[in-house]
């Protein structure tokens, strides 16, 4: 692993960083790399526990694993830096089920599927770095070629999946519904996950966008989506977070109107920072959606409505960008526009979801589910990225062996944007290959940091 790493080092001072790159090819593969893993053992260490309550610190472990062969169509990379997400989260505390039955699953539809059925599981739906190897059938990727992976797994072999891969029965989420994730010094993904990776940015800026950025793209942006237009007003929860930073920028990009909900000074600061003018904090003016656990508060809803209103000029929003789930989806319902839409996706404050369906039915809103993105999606959201029109939102990184503390971190909502995590980068600040366009947006790539 040290060679590997040693000539991926050897093009940051290169002249030509694709030769000295492309001759990892020659390098042997190790027969075994450190991943960060749950234990199928463990599985129910916090059975009785409030989820709040619950430390991915326990679960997550960082140790050496076997590396699996290729099969035809995967490609081996080297990770770099990957990222934090919600569903390395859910799989640390083991909520709302264990990811161990979702690679039992996967195992049982084919021999090449068994490998992933093992007692522990290589977590995470992020990754930057080199191509190592590809399998055969492999004809777009070569070793040495700069990467990113989106987590879109899907086996193609339905044809359900063909209109939008989202839509196959045997679609999945790499990291945390199959086994060999990004948070790892090795990862094996399918060749169709991967994209090139923006040459302005580090291993670790780089890395971090891919699932966020993919999900809030499908989610306000596609058709499969709200299909924002230009002059919609878009509410977004959670605005300078994971999921919705990156909306905020996409709103902005569109020529929508983002009413950003945050929940503190700090947030709310980013979010002007991003370019947004219209900001809630929903804690300093004291919103409160629940009157205890099972009463919600419609009186808070109107409030709420009237805060909007008081925002846009007197408009609704025509877009509710939905992540929160329990906490604030009757809300959400209430406050969209007549003929709204609400889309939603992840539930991070809970999947049972109660709103008051006459402001749905009788003011023809509608609700969209959304869930990550296909492969056309994940291209063009990476593309904006790759031509600085959408930015980093990573705010601090830790090394491999401190997952867990970056994942408690998320859990406990003591985060802005995303948290990084260094894999094979020894520090920070690598990986870039455009020092121009870097020096263009370097404000922007760097507004989340030291947050």
């Known amino acids: 692993m040290q060679d590997i790493l040693e000539a991926i080092m050897a ?13 990892v090819a020659a390098l042997p593969v190790p027969d075994s790399y450190r991943g960060v893993v749950v234990r199928a053992e463990e599985a129910r260490m916090f059975d009785g526990m409030a989820a709040r309550d619950k430390d991915p610190r326990k679960a997550l472990h960082v140790q050496e694993v076997p590396t699996p062969e290729l099969g035809p169509g995967e490609a081996l990379v080297a990770v770099m830096a990957s990222a934090i997400n919600y569903n390395t989260v859910w799989t640390s505390i083991f909520e709302p089920v264990s990811t161990f039955k979702f690679l039992q699953r996967y195992g049982r539809i084919s021999e090449l599927t068994r490998r992933h059925d093992l007692p522990y599981h290589v977590v995470g739906s992020d990754a930057a770095g080199v191509v190592l190897r590809t399998g055969p059938g492999v004809t777009r990727w070569a070793p040495g070629d700069e990467v990113v992976a989106h987590c879109l797994s899907v086996e193609l072999e339905d044809a359900a999946g063909h209109d939008d891969t989202m839509l196959d029965p045997q679609q999945r989420i790499w990291g945390f519904e199959t086994n060999f994730g990004g948070l790892a010094e090795l990862a094996v993904v399918k060749a169709n996950q991967l994209m090139p990776k923006p040459r302005h940015l580090t291993w670790e800026e780089a890395a971090s966008p891919g699932l966020v950025n993919s999900t809030a793209y499908r989610q306000l942006v596609s058709h499969h989506g709200a299909n924002m237009k230009q002059g919609d007003v878009v509410l977004i929860w959670g605005a300078s977070g994971g999921l919705g930073g990156y909306a905020t920028q996409m709103a902005l990009n569109g020529g929508a109107i983002p009413v950003c909900v945050v929940s503190s000074p700090e947030k709310a600061e980013l979010c002007r920072r991003m370019g947004a003018e219209l900001v ?8 409160r959606f629940w009157k205890d656990e099972e009463t919600q508060d419609p009186d808070e ?7 909007i209103r008081e925002l846009t000029g007197g408009e609704d929003p025509d877009i509710v ?21 609400i889309v939603t996706c992840a539930s991070t404050s809970g999947y049972q979801h109660q709103f008051d369906n006459r402001y749905l039915w009788m003011h023809l809103k509608r609700i969209i589910g959304s869930h990550f993105a296909n492969y056309h999606e ?5 593309r904006l990225v790759a031509l600085g029109k959408v930015h980093p939102t990573v705010s601090r990184t830790y090394p491999l062996e401190q997952t867990g503390q970056a994942a408690y971190e998320v859990h406990r909502n003591a985060h802005q944007g995303k948290v990084g995590v260094r894999c094979l980068a020894p520090t920070d600040g690598l990986g870039v290959r455009d020092g121009e366009l870097r020096a263009r947006h370097e404000d922007a790539i760097n507004r989340f940091r030291g947050h």
Do not use: C, K, M
């Open 11 to 23: 093009a940051e001072e290169s002249s030509d960083p694709d030769r000295e790159l492309a001759g």
């Open 321 to 341: 960008f939905e992540h929160p789930g329990r906490e604030t989806f009757g809300a959400s319902v209430y406050v969209a526009r007549r003929g709204g839409t």
């Open 378 to 382: 994940a291209w063009q959201a990476n």
């Open 301 to 307: 809803w109107r409030r709420f409505g009237e805060r």
């Open 280 to 287: 809630i904090d929903r804690a300093a003016e004291g919103f």
